[in-house]
């Protein structure tokens, strides 16, 4: 299990009300004089401390959205707020995941994973411990020296992960987080997550394209439509962290109703 020297009881004595909220959310892409929308009246509620799952289908928003949460998409229409405040990077301790790792390529590794709490707190801050425990538990402790263009997709990956960990966000954003790992490294992994989750209980939004992650790491699981994005349906889950979930007839009832969804959503 991880140990978190700090973050954890200052997040836990926060909760009470404390929420993600998402209201009429609209997002347009402008290229060439051609004005898009990505995302349409999107709304939604996240309880602080819970995750909650992403799915559907491709070129839907889903990344878009996580953008506009991460502060980097500023150009929108509608509220989004962190416990009643407006979204702003400055004020709030968002760590984010970017779907393409969004690693530096002249910086080490470990250069890459100190920058985010570097940036917020500054290096004298930073949690040695905490550091050192996140890059075992990620298997990245001897790849710290390398520059991420020595490194394959799922070694970026997890630096990547490490990096928004050591933050220790209020909100940690993942886009694809456990896309490009192998399957044994992937359930080692996710399992890494939830434990660090459950220590830290940070609220979280993950995208995922594979079904049993989302039932798997999903309190929450959020339905997309095809663009214009929006959320067509929030589901509460209730197998979150559940192992072999494959042979549970409450699984297979999930897993049915999430695909239906989907399949619609792909032929509208
Ligand atoms: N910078 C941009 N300029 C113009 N259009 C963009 C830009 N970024 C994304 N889009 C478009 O906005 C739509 C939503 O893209 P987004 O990346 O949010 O989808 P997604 O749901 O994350 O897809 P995927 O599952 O494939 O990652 C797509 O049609 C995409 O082509
Ligand atoms: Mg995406």
Redesign the pocket.
């Given at each position: 299990m991880i140990r978190i020297v700090h973050g954890g009881e200052r997040s836990r004595s926060n909760r009470g009300n404390k929420m993600i909220e998402i209201k009429n959310l609209n997002v347009y892409?402008e290229?060439q004089n051609k004005k898009?929308q990505?995302i349409s009246n999107l709304n939604a509620r996240i309880p602080r401390g819970e995750i909650c799952a992403i799915i559907?289908?491709?070129?839907?928003?889903?990344?878009?959205?996580l953008k506009v949460l991460a502060g980097i998409i500023r150009n929108y229409e509608g509220e989004v707020r962190i416990d009643g405040r407006t979204m702003d990077p400055k004020i709030h301790r968002i760590g984010f995941v970017p779907?393409n790792y969004g690693l530096i390529q002249w910086k080490t590794v470990e250069q890459n994973i100190f920058l985010s709490a570097k940036l917020k707190d500054g290096k004298k801050q930073i949690d040695v411990e905490f550091y050192e425990n996140i890059l075992e538990k990620l298997n990245i402790k001897d790849l710290i020296k390398r520059y991420p263009n020595q490194l394959s997709g799922g070694q970026r990956q997890r630096i990547s992960i490490a990096r928004a960990l050591l933050l220790k966000p209020d909100l940690l954003l993942m886009?694809?987080p456990f896309s490009a790992l192998d399957a044994m490294t992937r359930e080692s992994i996710q399992e890494v997550f939830l434990a660090v989750w459950r220590e830290f209980q940070v609220t979280t939004i993950l995208?995922t394209?594979d079904i049993r992650e989302a039932i798997y790491l999903g309190k929450k699981i959020a339905v997309?439509s095809s663009?214009p994005?929006t959320i067509i349906r929030m589901i509460e889950n209730h197998l979150l962290g559940e192992t072999d979930l494959k042979f549970g007839e409450e699984y297979n009832t999930l897993n049915r109703r999430l695909r239906e969804l989907l399949k619609g959503e792909l032929s509208s």
């Amino acid at each position: 299990m991880i140990r978190i020297v700090h973050g954890g009881e200052r997040s836990r004595s926060n909760r009470g009300n404390k929420m993600i909220e998402i209201k009429n959310l609209n997002v347009y892409y402008e290229n060439q004089n051609k004005k898009t929308q990505a995302i349409s009246n999107l709304n939604a509620r996240i309880p602080r401390g819970e995750i909650c799952a992403i799915i559907g289908p491709s070129g839907g928003g889903k990344s878009t959205l996580l953008k506009v949460l991460a502060g980097i998409i500023r150009n929108y229409e509608g509220e989004v707020r962190i416990d009643g405040r407006t979204m702003d990077p400055k004020i709030h301790r968002i760590g984010f995941v970017p779907q393409n790792y969004g690693l530096i390529q002249w910086k080490t590794v470990e250069q890459n994973i100190f920058l985010s709490a570097k940036l917020k707190d500054g290096k004298k801050q930073i949690d040695v411990e905490f550091y050192e425990n996140i890059l075992e538990k990620l298997n990245i402790k001897d790849l710290i020296k390398r520059y991420p263009n020595q490194l394959s997709g799922g070694q970026r990956q997890r630096i990547s992960i490490a990096r928004a960990l050591l933050l220790k966000p209020d909100l940690l954003l993942m886009d694809e987080p456990f896309s490009a790992l192998d399957a044994m490294t992937r359930e080692s992994i996710q399992e890494v997550f939830l434990a660090v989750w459950r220590e830290f209980q940070v609220t979280t939004i993950l995208i995922t394209h594979d079904i049993r992650e989302a039932i798997y790491l999903g309190k929450k699981i959020a339905v997309f439509s095809s663009a214009p994005g929006t959320i067509i349906r929030m589901i509460e889950n209730h197998l979150l962290g559940e192992t072999d979930l494959k042979f549970g007839e409450e699984y297979n009832t999930l897993n049915r109703r999430l695909r239906e969804l989907l399949k619609g959503e792909l032929s509208s």
